[in-house]
């Protein structure tokens, strides 16, 4: 069964730096494209970035120039280096990944529970 977890949410104060980790795990044959949402209560999932097999990064422009998004293929993790961070980007933090199994074809779309990172003014 394909779990995604992720890791290293937490409290920080305006212009502080977090790092969040996903790992995925469960029977996994590869991983394509990797992403980071956000979920603020009240408002609607947003893709903050992502990254594709080979590298191809892509982020939202709210993040432009802050957060750095990379992945580790042989650990089947995706990492998001968040800097200056502002209380706006308050968020429960989800990982997303598209996923092949063996021995099947197309991937499926796997999910974390999400880490909640908190900005204090």
């Known amino acids: 069964q394909v779990q995604l977890v992720e890791s290293g949410g937490g409290l920080v104060q305006t212009g502080g730096s977090l790092r969040l980790s996903c790992e995925a795990s469960?029977?996994?044959?590869?991983?394509?494209?990797m992403r980071w949402y956000r979920q603020i209560p009240g408002k609607q999932r947003e893709l903050v970035a992502g990254?594709?097999?080979?590298?191809?990064?892509s982020y939202a422009d709210f993040v432009k120039g802050r957060f750095t998004i990379s992945r580790d293929h042989h650990k089947n993790m995706v990492y998001l280096q968040m800097n200056s961070l502002q209380p706006e980007d308050t968020a429960v933090y989800l990982c997303?990944?598209?996923?092949?199994?063996?021995?099947?074809?197309?991937?499926?779309?796997?999910w974390g529970q999400g880490t909640q990172v908190t900005v204090s003014s």
């Open positions: 997303n990944a598209d996923i092949f199994l063996p021995l099947t074809t197309g991937s499926v779309s796997g």
């Open positions: 469960g029977g996994i044959f590869s991983i394509n494209d």
């Open positions: 990254i594709s097999y080979s590298g191809i990064t």
